[in-house]
């Protein structure tokens, strides 16, 4: 006897048809996302690999689901899942795979450093918690991106615990801080120029002869500038006379080529790799794009962390690390 075999209806072949085209297209922009170093412009796509990937993965079981099972709602549902699996994986592995928290001693010829690097973000309906924030954690040195001319005025309600502050805002489009509990030695900063916006400060013996440097590079949109901006910034390290760190919004995750890049150019090591930006699933963010970078005399004493959100997309990053004394 003859069995009749279900042809599937012809809405639910062009659902199969355009699940299909999906997984074809993730394929084409994760394999895009490792060829940034021919074309800059391909780097942008490195940023997102992981949900590229997600997607991939997503689009091909629904296609798989519709060839065999042909239930559209089964294919929606895979979708659902691949793509709630995609943002818990982004958003948590990295912390967990970091494994268990190291707490090194500090040296006898080392002085002991907590920073903090934190971009507050220009529209904060809750700025009044970054005093909060920083006043709980109590670090050596802050640098804060983002941070705008209306926030001035939480600068001196942080005066008693951070006396020394060097704020860009004077220049246009630098809205970078530095907070210290120490003097500076010197300090600086620059804008419009071929590197990012950048504001600096170099600390004598108290912290070892070390320059801190807050950056904010261009947003990937521009990829070109972008990558000036990396090579410029990557020069200007190049004035430290002793130990240095790189602290801020790279707008750049660890897998892009421009990161890499930097890291080449400065000669410098990311210590960095935990999502901070956007806070806004749930407060899981996705992409890591704000880094600390180490210079030679310098070790880190622990696994960076992320700190308590304060109204911003963005999440802090919190580094202890020691620094070798100067004579």
């Known amino acids: 006897m003859d069995v009749a075999v279900r042809r599937p209806r012809p809405f639910a072949r062009f659902v199969l048809f355009a699940c299909i085209l999906c997984t074809a297209g993730f394929f084409l922009l994760v394999v895009a996302s490792y060829y940034g170093h021919l074309w800059t412009p391909l780097d942008a796509f490195s940023h997102l690999r992981i949900h590229l990937v997600g997607g991939l993965v997503g689009f091909g079981l629904a296609a798989l689901s519709m060839a065999t099972i042909q239930r559209i709602r089964v294919a929606v549902a895979v979708l659902f899942f691949a793509a709630i699996g995609t943002l ?3 958003g948590f ?3 967990i795979s ?10 006898q010829y080392e002085k002991e450093l907590k920073l903090i690097s934190y971009n507050v973000w220009a529209r904060n309906p809750t700025p009044e918690k970054i005093v909060q924030y920083l006043r709980s954690e109590d670090a050596d040195v802050v640098v804060l991106v983002e941070f705008t001319r209306e926030y001035r005025k939480l600068l001196g309600l942080l005066g008693q615990q951070y006396p020394y502050q060097h704020d860009c805002n004077d220049k246009a489009f630098c809205h970078i801080v530095i907070l210290s509990r120490v003097p500076f030695e010197a300090s600086g900063s620059r804008s419009r120029w071929a590197g990012p916006n950048m504001a600096w400060a170099r600390f004598g013996k108290a912290f070892g002869g070390l320059t801190v440097f ?3 590079f261009t947003r990937p949109f521009s990829p070109f500038a972008q990558y000036k901006q990396m090579r410029a910034m990557a020069s200007e390290t190049f004035t430290a006379k002793g130990p240095f760190l790189v602290a801020g919004d790279f707008n750049a995750t660890k897998d892009s080529f421009l990161i890499n890049a930097f890291q ?3 000669g ?3 210590l960095t790799s935990l999502p901070t930006w956007p806070t806004w699933f749930f407060e899981i963010p996705q992409l890591g794009i704000d880094h600390v970078f180490i210079s030679n005399g310098i070790r880190p004493l622990a696994y960076p962390e992320l700190g308590k959100n304060s109204g911003s997309d963005h ?8 620094i070798k004394d100067v004579p």
Not at 98 to 107: A, Y
Not at 315 to 322: G, Y
């Open 264 to 266: 080449e150019f400065s």
């Open 268 to 270: 410098v090591l990311r």
């Open 93 to 95: 592995w990295p912390a």
């Open 88 to 90: 818990l994986y982004a």
């Open 315 to 322: 999440l802090p990053i919190k580094v202890r690390l020691a």
């Open 214 to 216: 807050g950056v904010h």
């Open 98 to 107: 970091q494994g268990r928290q190291v707490d090194l001693s500090i040296g």
